[in-house]
T-cell receptor, first 111, second 110 residues
């Protein structure tokens, strides 16, 4: 089976930095993605890591260590609008194939 | 571009009724997916399609059928709805490493 573990909830202060971890045990691994979903909205793509290391996109960064089956999403300079659920997702087969999603981390940003 | 659209946005069914959810995308993507999202369960793949005329089962396909007669459309059918199918249904299409999601259909089965 496929297993992705991430914290269910995280709370952080506006302006701070928060890290959301994701560990995975899957039958195959071809990349780790992160998606953001606001309440009542659709998931939207944030980042993709196919190789080890850090990918940066503005205030968001994502990291992957394939040897540790581990990745994280780093959000800097937190804003209230960052309050949302964040999902890690693994591509378990090569090519443009379906993703296996974690259960999500609900981030609450407080003043 | 409208991206990925879904109809209807909301629906209430009685147990045993049937319905079809429609997903359309205007990005010329080959790959399309149907997910359901339940509280605390994340997104679970129901069925997917790698191109016109092809479909494949995902993680939770029981009770659902799909068709992809045209590249831009992906239909999800419930032949005999059950309360366990109460959920939010998302359609998505993808290119390379990014999936684009529709706004979702909130389905309640009484």
């Amino acid at each position: 089976g496929q297993s992705l573990e991430q914290p269910s909830e995280v709370t952080a202060v506006e302006g701070a930095i928060v890290q959301i971890n994701c560990t995975y045990q899957t039958s195959g691994f071809y990349g780790l993605s992160w998606y953001q979903q606001h309440d009542g909205g659709a998931p939207t793509f944030l980042s993709y890591n196919g190789l080890d290391g850090l990918e940066e996109t503005g205030r968001f960064s994502s990291f992957l260590s394939r040897s540790d089956s581990y990745g994280y999403l780093l959000l800097q300079e937190l804003q209230m609008k960052d309050s949302a659920s964040y999902f890690c997702a693994v591509r378990v087969r090569s090519g443009n194939t379906p993703l296996v999603f974690g259960k999500g981390t609900r981030l609450s940003v407080i003043a | 571009n409208a991206g990925v659209t879904q109809t209807p946005k909301f629906r209430v069914l009685k147990t045993g009724q049937s319905m079809t959810l429609l997903c359309a995308q205007d990005m010329n993507h080959e790959y399309m997916y149907w997910y359901r999202q339940d509280p605390g369960m994340g997104l679970r793949l129901i069925h997917y399609s790698v191109g016109e005329g092809t479909t494949a089962k995902g993680e939770v396909p029981d009770g659902y059928n799909v068709s992809r007669l045209k590249k831009q459309n992906f239909l999800l059918g419930l032949e005999s709805a059950a309360p366990s199918q109460t959920s939010v249904y998302f359609c998505a299409s993808s290119v390379r490493n990014e999936q684009f999601f529709g706004p979702g259909t909130r389905l309640t089965v009484l």
